[in-house]
């Protein structure tokens, strides 16, 4: 009996009797319908103009339904009194394609017309059958004349079935119920699940949401992993010669010092870009180009620049993206370079496009590189990706390291001014 009176049955039968409670508004206007080209038709009297305001029923909720916000109405009642299936989901939010419309009209009209079906005989049939239950035990009600039983007022067999088919009765209405509320679940994810324009806007939300931690974690690592290498170098230089130069100690803690006072304000910018959040997720982060020179004053490696062209030209977001190009490869040029060689940077600003070049020499026995670098420079090409630029690093043959990279710009320089 639990799949007739369970907690499910329950509350599946109460979810077909709100729907049929939605119905009486579109059903009274149906009997104004009906009455129109009927006059004098009572509608709630014989069945086949009962079944004609139902039709005329129907079709009005399915126009109403074609709004977007009745989608998640029907799948907030759906989920919390019909007990669809957990694993097909249905769809979160409005109904905005034309599809996901016409599932939810074809959804509302299922569910007012089991509804209004499996309410019609609830308020009908429970009470007739509780008085067919009763006519062994009251004989006025046998006797009413509000009541048809003539048949079986001088047949005491038939007085004796009575409360077996009163109960036969409820049974197959609870039957009728459950199989109307089964049917509805089973539809739910159909109608109500999400289409596959819904699909596609979820998959494009988490590609933003990723897109948005990727970004995070590009300048986490080139901002502190960046502070952090030059610190360990730093460290590292300061313990060597704490008691044969006490002077160069002094200095090698003073730029721990700024290093480390630097990249806070730089993680304060990073973490504003967290709380930023979706709002401005292509909004530039940190530093750009007109703050390279600090950049390579207390990068910790000796650099030639060179400059073609005018960096602070160069738009924000691109010049936010080729500041931390240029850190990363100075950070590798730290950790991998040959000691006290210099590195070489070349930028040139043309009119169309801006170049990055960053060569530094490889110790004498430098270990085989790792296939498509580290997480450093898989950001670079990542950035650079994200701007519709190239980026490529690698040894040479003539013992550099080169780290390259091509940025479009949006127009020409004047135009940019």
């Known amino acids: ?35 129109l080209y009927a006059p004098g038709t009572d509608v709630f009297g014989p069945l086949p103009a009962t079944f004609s305001a139902f039709g005329y029923a129907l079709p009005m909720a399915a126009l109403t339904a074609l709004l977007p916000t009745a989608r998640p ?64 035990l009251f004989p006025a009600l046998r006797a009413s004349d509000d ?40 539809r739910a994810p159909v109608l109500l699940g999400p289409t596959p324009d819904d699909r596609l806007a979820a998959a494009e939300r988490r590609a933003a949401e990723l897109a948005v931690r990727n970004r995070l974690a590009r300048e986490l690592h080139d901002s502190v992993g960046h502070a952090l290498s030059a610190v360990t170098l730093q460290a590292g230089a300061a313990r060597r010669v704490l008691d044969s130069d006490p002077g160069f100690a002094r200095q090698a803690l003073t730029a721990i ?91 040139g600003v043309g009119p169309r496009e801006l170049t990055i070049v960053l060569d530094s020499a490889l110790p004498p026995h430098a270990p085989p590189a790792r296939p498509g670098g580290g997480r450093g420079l898989t950001g670079v090409t990542e950035r650079a990706l994200l701007l519709g630029g190239t980026a490529g690093a690698g040894p040479r043959d003539d013992g550099v390291w080169r780290l390259s990279a091509r940025l479009p710009l949006p127009g020409p320089a004047k135009e940019r001014r």
């Open 147 to 186: 009541w048809n039983f003539d048949a079986v007022r001088d047949q005491p067999w038939l007085l004796a079935l009575a409360p077996p088919a009163g109960a036969a009765m409820l049974v197959a209405l609870a039957c009728c119920a459950a199989a109307a509320g089964a049917l509805l679940a089973g």
């Open 1 to 35: 009996m639990t799949p007739l009176i369970g907690r499910r049955a329950r509350l599946r039968w109460l979810h077909l009797i709100i729907g049929g409670a939605l119905l009486m508004p579109y059903f009274l206007v149906g009997t104004v319908v009906v009455s």
């Open 257 to 347: 010092e700024e290093t480390t006072r630097r990249t806070v304000g730089e993680l304060d910018a990073v973490l504003g870009l967290l709380r930023q959040g979706a709002d401005d997720p292509d909004g530039p982060a940190g530093p750009g180009l007109d703050a390279l020179g600090g950049l390579l004053a207390r990068c910790g490696v000796p650099v030639r620049y060179e400059a073609d062209g005018d960096p602070g030209t160069v738009p924000g977001p691109v010049s936010a993206e080729a500041y931390r190009i240029v850190q990363e490869g100075l950070s590798n040029a730290l950790r991998h370079g040959a000691a006290d060689a210099p590195a070489r940077l070349r930028i």
């Open 73 to 136: 109405l029907s799948v907030a009642a759906a989920r919390a009194l019909c007990d669809p299936a957990p694993d097909r989901p249905l769809a979160d939010g409005p109904g905005r394609s034309r599809q996901a419309r016409v599932r939810t009209a074809a959804w509302f009209t299922l569910h007012v017309g089991l509804g209004g079906v499996i309410s019609g005989m609830t308020l009908a049939l429970v009470p007739f059958a509780l008085c067919v239950m009763a006519l062994p």
